[in-house]
């Protein structure tokens, strides 16, 4: 259904872009989400985007470093991650909201999951 890719190992300071496309079905008319869990620690949110790509959310430790974006045409949400530090090392998810809720933030609000993909930063 979802398939996230891109993750791999960067330097500190680096970049990287993932990918989740979505097969199957289309999404173009879902919230799109993206999760990062890092180990030993619960599931975060880390960007959402709407429907149409023209609003966008954060969490406040990757605003200005992260874009989330996407193109509806290719099925595919995408998240760039500029300026890495070592504690953006995680398994990152990206995930359909559920419609008709507005809690994007909240990973139980999410009922479509890809199945994750590695980062792992270096310093």
């Known amino acids: 259904q979802l398939q996230a890719s891109g993750g791999g190992l960067v330097q500190a300071g680096g970049s990287l872009r993932l990918s989740c496309a979505a097969s199957?079905?289309?999404?173009?008319?879902?919230?799109m989400g993206w999760f990062r869990q890092a180990p030993g620690k619960e599931r975060e949110f880390v960007a959402a985007?709407?429907?149409?790509?023209?609003?966008?959310f954060y969490a406040d430790s990757v605003k200005g470093r992260f874009t989330i974006s996407r193109d509806n045409a290719k099925n595919t949400v995408y998240l760039q991650m500029n300026s890495l530090k070592p504690e953006d090392t995680a398994v990152y998810y990206c995930?359909?909201?559920?419609?008709?809720?507005?809690?994007?933030?909240?990973?139980?609000?999410?009922?479509?999951w890809g199945q994750g993909t590695l980062v792992t930063v270096s310093s």
């Open positions: 995930a359909a909201l559920k419609h008709g809720t507005s809690g994007y933030r909240s990973q139980y609000e999410y009922n479509y």
């Open positions: 199957g079905r289309t999404f173009g008319n879902s919230v």
């Open positions: 985007i709407s429907s149409s790509g023209g609003t966008t």
